[in-house]
């Protein structure tokens, strides 16, 4: 007797699988704990609707960033850049994945892409316009969430953009060893820029001297006074600023600036878990000194994504560039990762990897 083919309920039910995600519980005041969310496990089917131009792709490395800690507290009545993540949903950021079914044109099965996707397993992409498909065969993946994502482009948009360095130049960089600290270091390097950079352990600090390239650095937590630290650093003063923590380090940076000095505003770090910021006292040094500070958003600069990519690769494949990447394994692992940025855990990039290509 022969077998009667497969029939159309049982293909369906062969293509729903489990799909573990990450729920933020609530909203977050103060710093995030890893109690602040759950894993949970539903049901997924990996093909897209009958005319959906979705895609559906399986989650490899997703990112772990700062920011994502201001999409965590409650909306706010001065609408902001970021908004809120709602309590209750699986949480978003960007993340690079490999297509498992399509009903897109530009987009295949198999093909690897990068942009914004779910704290899970696998995602549906309702905008699949969004993603960028990833063709370079000789670099790992995960740097398209780094160094060729969006804290690649910040550090050179904000660098170049709005700071325009020149050689010779005094350059400081606060959460230097950070996804896009340790690449302006670095950039400013290639521009002939003196530079220094603050991080928050001794290890981290040999690590932009030694690996990174950076003139010096130094260990925040040492320093009883910043003001007297960066006096001893940059004895002639400081022409470039990024800014990637705000507060007390803010006003000591200003306090130092050269005239007509630049400061780009990349992100206040040091601020993101307060429910009322520190306020900044030194800010008439901007007209005295006649400084430009800027405040700028990544989203701004895409653009230059296409310039910037040519360039940054040539300096991967060079080894003009060293990219610093803190990987940890496992879905269960994001909350760890991201309460780890405010703990100074990370070095580098904090990305985790979701599952095996």
């Not at 990112?63 to 909306?75: A, F, Q, T």
């Not at 198999?110 to 899970?120: A, N, Q, R």
């Not at 520190?278 to 901007?286: D, I, R, S």
């Amino acid at each position: 007797m022969m077998e009667s083919p497969r029939g159309e309920g049982q293909e369906e039910e062969e293509a729903v699988v489990r799909n573990k995600q990450v729920i933020l519980k609530d909203y977050v005041s103060g710093f995030p704990k890893e109690t602040d969310f759950e894993i949970k496990t539903g049901d997924v089917r990996l093909k897209v609707e009958e005319g959906s131009s979705g895609v559906i792709v399986k989650n490899l490395y997703l990112s772990v960033d700062p920011y994502m800690r201001l999409r965590m507290r409650k909306p706010q009545p001065n609408p902001s850049y970021f908004s809120s993540f709602s309590p209750g949903s699986v949480m978003t950021g960007n993340g690079v994945a490999r297509v498992v079914d399509s009903g897109h044109p530009n987009h295949k099965k198999g093909d690897l892409v990068k942009g914004f996707t779910g704290w899970e397993e696998y995602s549906v992409i309702t905008t699949p316009e969004t993603l960028y498909k990833i063709q370079t065969t000789d670099i790992p993946p995960s740097f398209y969430l780094g160094i060729l994502g969006a804290p690649g482009l910040t550090a050179y948009a904000g660098l170049h953009g709005i700071c325009s360095p020149k050689e010779g130049e005094y350059v400081f960089i606060s959460a230097a060893s950070g996804a896009v600290g340790h690449l302006v270091g670095q950039l400013a390097k290639l521009k002939g820029c003196y530079v220094v950079g603050s991080a928050g352990s001794d290890e981290k600090v040999d690590l932009l001297k030694s690996k990174c390239g950076f003139d010096e650095a130094f260990n925040y937590n040492k320093e009883q006074d910043l003001d007297a630290a960066l006096k001893r650093y940059f004895p002639q003063g400081i022409d470039i600023y990024f800014e990637n923590v705000g507060g007390k380090m803010l006003d000591a940076v200003l306090l130092n600036m050269r005239l007509h000095g630049r400061i780009a505003v990349c992100g206040m770090v040091s601020q993101y878990n307060m429910d009322k910021p520190e306020g900044v006292k030194n800010l008439m040094l901007l007209v005295y000194k006649q400084l430009r500070m800027e405040g700028f958003m990544v989203s701004d600069y895409y653009d230059l994504y296409p310039k910037f990519l040519d360039e940054v690769i040539s300096y991967i494949r060079e080894g003009k560039i060293v990219y610093v990447e803190d990987t940890v394994e496992g879905l269960e692992s994001c909350p760890g990762a991201l309460v780890g940025l405010f703990k100074g855990r990370n070095v580098g990039k904090q990305v985790v990897r979701v599952g095996q290509d």
